[in-house]
């Protein structure tokens, strides 16, 4: 019996929450959003047809308040509720909830999120059915005595992982015993955070690995097929951040047999709905059941892009009782798709994630072969207190070198500014010779940590004048709604028999620079014409700030485009494959009393302090944790940099702190 949605409400936020809203407005669905009070104004908020307060700013408050978000189904009047991934998508209680309220879930049955979304569990049904898995515990006990004897018999190193989530989240590898104790008590404390569930499992961390997963499908009547595979191995801190599909140089044997064991899996416990199980590939092509997820995955773009499938439209037909559309055999295989996750976060540090307003945000065009999901828009603010990703950009091409080359043109017409992202380091992966010729495993940025994580590129003298002429030139833009009549707006430098030229003390990455600048340039109707050959500087209202500039290419004399956008005060510049932001200096007001923090150890991002682990007039040795920072659902600790005394404590358990300032003074013997 077909079943009516017409009214559907999106239990998460960000770039899923807008996806799945896409889809359900083609489909001439209502789209329902609900928010946190931080969230009261971002992107999924502004593009659904209705939006609903959940109040609160952290998780447990507001996207993980199971009572909360029913309320908002039945106010709203929707008849379904898509969890989007993350947060409530494998929670069981959730899915009982809404059909104990009458309500339709877009996943499968409670059921199958208990036998599936269960690492534990999962991997006794799969050990059942015969699929190879990688040694390790998976036991209802979680005291750590139970952890360290599973641990010395696997053998080191272990991985712990929580049973109820993914993306990362409550995910630790310990290299060694002494260490699995801390580890253990901060992925629970992630765990629970994340997933409202603490539970763990442990098991061998193989070495060079491929992550290769199954997209499933199934329906209300007992049909299930397999969509291909994805390839999932470029991860940093265990999170997927470029996949791709279909897994370069899998044959079309071992594509099946993975397809086929997937779907057993499946339909061993009456799955409905998208689903993906997960495999590590080894060098031999021997397959290790790792996980399978009950929802749709970040990564769907790509297996739609080959495919030519909408995943979301499948599965509102699948939860109105409609049957798949296609059989097994019937499954397309086009082309090639590669999806990259947009990051606010800083690799240079390890990737920690980083809070605060996007005072620039350009993406590239959507088209053929190009695709850009997002959650995010100019001016939207970067919270602590979610998942830091600001949207995928996804190429298809005909073969795969055509989807990376595509995906690079993209990667180079991406704008961002106001916080650190993972935009260049993207580039270099997709750059790197290895990535282009597909030799891939989850050990890949490790192994190339050179190249794809390099030092900072220098300031040079080339950098600054670029800068300067750059950012004189561009004062019309910033200037254009002024009186143009007056003669005090004109900052072109124009003196009488002189060159027009001025003096900048410019201000770029904690460094400073005076620069002689030429000025000469004027806006007429949208363009800014300019006496020095080095810039093109071009006005146009879809980027009403942006201009190109020319940089010298040495030894041959020619000429590069570069990225400057003029954002009000900041110049954004493009330099060796990062975009820097530039600001103007008084000379006279900078100087300023600096904060001196007398070996203050601070914190890197603005978050909430979980756990004070020391106390005033501590001893503390070199790298013992001192306070555990949590912030976009990750822990962070912070250590001593050496050995020493706590002289002071400047902050508590559950206080919010801002990127900055100072949680512990620590002395030097």
């Not at 409400?9 to 929450?17: D, M, P, Q, S």
């Not at 992630?190 to 997933?195: G, L």
């Not at 999806?339 to 540090?349: G, N, S």
């Not at 010298?552 to 005060?569: F, M, S, V, Y």
């Amino acid at each position: 019996m077909s079943k009516h949605i017409d009214t559907l409400l999106i239990a998460n936020r960000g770039e899923i929450a807008c996806r799945v809203m896409r889809t359900a407005k083609a489909m001439g669905i209502t789209t329902v959003a609900v928010h946190s009070a931080v969230d009261h104004n971002a992107r999924h908020v502004r593009e659904a047809d209705i939006a609903i307060d959940l109040g609160g700013a952290k998780p447990a408050d507001s996207y993980l308040r199971i009572d909360a978000l029913i309320a908002a189904a039945k106010a709203s009047g929707a008849q379904a509720i898509h969890p989007g991934y993350g947060f409530l998508s494998e929670n069981a209680g959730f899915a009982r909830a809404i059909e104990d309220a009458g309500l339709i879930f877009l996943g499968p049955p409670a059921s199958a999120i208990d036998a599936m979304g269960s690492k534990s569990a999962a991997k006794s049904l799969m050990e059942a059915a015969g699929v190879p898995l990688v040694p390790g515990y998976h036991g209802n006990a979680q005291d750590i005595e139970t952890f360290r004897t599973a641990a010395d018999v696997i053998g080191y190193p272990v991985l712990l992982k929580a049973t109820a989530g993914g993306g990362g989240k409550g995910m630790k590898v310990v290299e060694r015993e002494s260490e699995l104790a801390e580890a253990l008590a901060s992925a629970q404390r992630e765990a629970q955070s994340s997933f409202g569930d603490s539970r763990m499992l442990v098991e061998k961390y193989v070495l060079k690995p491929r992550h290769v997963e199954i997209q499933v499908f199934a329906d209300q009547h007992g049909h299930c097929l397999y969509l291909n595979e994805r390839d999932c191995s470029i991860q940093r801190r265990h999170q997927k951040v470029v996949e791709e599909a279909p897994a370069p140089g899998l044959s079309p044997e071992l594509r099946r047999t993975m397809g086929e064991a997937a779907v057993k899996a499946a339909q061993a416990i009456g799955y409905v709905g998208a689903g993906t199980v997960e495999f590590l590939l080894d060098e031999r092509g021997d397959f290790f059941f790792m996980e399978m997820n009950t929802r749709l995955q970040v990564e769907h773009p790509v297996t739609e892009l080959i495919t030519g499938l909408d995943l979301v439209a499948w599965q509102i037909r699948v939860a109105r009782g409609e049957a798949l559309p296609i059989s097994q055999e019937q499954v397309p295989l086009i082309g090639h798709a590669i999806e990259v996750r947009l990051y606010a976060e800083d690799p240079e540090h390890d990737f920690l994630p980083s809070t605060g307003r996007l005072s620039l945000y350009r993406e590239p065009a959507a088209g053929p072969g190009r695709r850009v999901d997002t959650g995010v828009a100019e001016g939207d603010e970067v919270s602590p207190f979610y998942d830091p990703m600001l949207g995928k950009l996804i190429a298809w091409g005909e073969n795969r070198e055509e989807a990376r080359l595509r995906l690079l043109a993209m990667l180079k017409e991406t704008c961002i500014g106001g916080v650190k992202t993972n935009l260049a380091f993207l580039t270099r992966v997709l750059a790197h010779p290895a990535f282009a010729d597909a030799e891939l495993d989850t050990g890949f940025i490790p192994r190339h940590e050179a190249q794809l994580l390099p030092p900072p590129a220098d300031l040079t003298a080339e950098f600054w004048q670029l800068a300067g002429d750059a950012f004189a030139q561009s004062e019309p833009l910033r200037r254009k709604h002024e009186d143009f009549h007056s003669p005090w707006v004109g900052t072109s430098g124009w003196r009488a028999g002189l060159p027009t030229e001025i003096d900048l003390h410019l201000s770029c990455n904690g460094t400073t620079q005076k620069v002689r600048a030429n000025g000469g340039a004027r806006l007429q109707g949208e363009t800014l014409l300019c006496n020095n050959p080095l810039a093109v500087l071009q006005h146009s209202n879809d980027a009403p700030a942006a201009i190109q500039i020319a940089s010298k290419l040495a030894p041959t004399g020619g000429e590069q485009r570069l990225h400057a956008i003029r954002q009000g005060d900041t110049l954004y510049l493009e330099w060796q494959g990062e975009l820097h932001a530039i600001s103007q200096l008084d000379p006279i007001a900078a100087v300023e009393a600096s904060h001196s923090h007398h070996g203050g150890l601070t914190a890197p991002m603005n978050g909430s302090i979980v756990r004070v682990l020391v106390e005033a007039g501590q001893a503390v040795e070199a790298g013992a944790a001192l306070v555990v920072l949590e912030a976009m659902k990750m822990e962070h600790s912070i250590r001593a940099p050496h050995a020493g005394t706590v002289k002071a404590l400047y902050c508590s358990e559950g206080e919010m702190v801002s990127e900055g300032a100072v949680l512990v003074e620590l002395q030097e013997p």
